[in-house]
């Protein structure tokens, strides 16, 4: 079977270690199936649909709803899991309405 | 139609295959790494004036890119994922967190003795994974 490689700059394509290539068809990725910026409700909850019909891999960083300038990784206050039909995101900033910003990924957990 | 590039896992066909688990690639976004790199930060303990003791810093590196980056960090002491919290009783013990903003990553500890205690300078180690990928 045909396999696409690419190496990082000064490394070659031949190279057996994985660690020298920026991309290799014969490895996966995470790939970014779906992502957006998103508002809680008032308590800082929020459920997002998804169709990808397994549970997918996420990662989520939450934000004051009215100051957005700095973003902490998910679960500093809040708790968050995925099912295979949604992400279920609970008092993101706290009981608050916050900014979410979520991707889900094409892995699945 | 614009032309695309899919490649799907072997024992799959690229031009029919729906399940995104199934490709190598399929044309979503992968996150492609802006900066890696460590961070050590030495906290120096102190009486918290109730009796007990305090450690707490804050470390950063500057990344510049102008918005907000997705990014990880990882504790290389402990082999784990930031943020990280021991809890004890209904409060925190210890916490190692981590925040992004247009212009660095900061990673912060906040330790009420567990690691160290009054008079120690404890050093913790860190290592950073900065996206070109955009949050805001």
Same mark, same amino acid.
């Given at each position: 079977?045909?396999?696409?490689?690419?190496?990082?700059?000064?490394?070659?394509?031949?190279?057996?270690?994985?660690?020298?290539?920026?991309?290799?068809?014969?490895?996966?990725?995470?790939?970014?199936?779906?992502?957006?910026?998103?508002?809680?409700?008032?308590?800082?909850?929020?459920?997002?649909?998804?169709?990808?019909? #397994?549970?997918?891999?996420?990662?989520?960083?939450?934000?004051?709803?009215?100051?957005?300038?700095?973003?902490?990784? #998910?679960?500093?206050?809040?708790?968050?899991?995925?099912?295979?039909?949604?992400?279920?995101?609970?008092?993101?900033?706290?009981?608050?309405?916050?900014?979410? #910003? #979520?991707?889900?990924?094409?892995?699945?957990? | 139609?614009?032309?695309?590039?899919?490649?799907?896992?072997?024992?799959?066909?690229?031009?029919?295959?729906?399940?995104?688990?199934?490709?190598?690639?399929?044309?979503?976004?992968?996150?492609?790494?802006?900066?890696?790199?460590?961070?050590?930060?030495?906290?120096?303990?102190?009486?918290?004036?109730?009796?007990?003791?305090?450690?707490?810093?804050?470390?950063?590196?500057?990344?510049?890119?102008?918005?907000?980056?997705?990014?990880?960090?990882?504790?290389?002491?402990?082999?784990?994922?930031?943020?990280?919290?021991?809890?004890?009783?209904?409060?925190?013990?210890?916490?190692?967190?981590?925040?992004?903003?247009?212009?660095?990553?900061?990673?912060?500890?906040?330790?009420?003795?567990?690691?160290?205690?009054?008079?120690?300078?404890?050093?913790?180690?860190?290592?950073?994974?900065?996206?070109?990928?955009?949050?805001?």
């Amino acid at each position: 079977m045909a396999v696409i490689k690419i190496a990082k700059p000064g490394k070659s394509a031949l190279s057996t270690d994985e660690r020298d290539l920026a991309f290799s068809s014969k490895l996966d990725y995470l790939k970014e199936q779906a992502s957006a910026l998103v508002d809680t409700d008032n308590n800082g909850d929020l459920t997002i649909t998804h169709n990808l019909g #397994y549970v997918p891999a996420f990662t989520i960083f939450v934000a004051d709803y009215s100051d957005t300038r700095m973003w902490f990784s #998910y679960d500093m206050i809040g708790n968050v899991y995925a099912t295979s039909t949604q992400l279920v995101i609970q008092s993101a900033m706290g009981a608050i309405k916050s900014k979410v #910003y #979520y991707a889900l990924f094409s892995s699945q957990l | 139609m614009s032309p695309q590039i899919k490649i799907a896992k072997a024992g799959y066909d690229a031009e029919t295959e729906t399940d995104p688990r199934n490709f190598v690639f399929n044309q979503k976004n992968i996150y492609k790494i802006a900066f890696t790199g460590n961070l050590s930060l030495n906290v120096t303990y102190v009486d918290d004036g109730f009796g007990g003791t305090i450690g707490e810093g804050t470390v950063s590196f500057e990344h510049n890119l102008g918005y907000v980056p997705v990014a990880f960090a990882f504790s290389k002491d402990f082999g784990q994922q930031l943020p990280n919290f021991w809890p004890a009783g209904a409060g925190v013990a210890i916490s190692i967190s981590y925040k992004i903003d247009n212009d660095k990553i900061y990673i912060t500890v906040s330790d009420t003795g567990v690691m160290g205690w009054t008079g120690d300078t404890i050093q913790f180690d860190f290592r950073y994974q900065i996206m070109y990928d955009k949050i805001i």
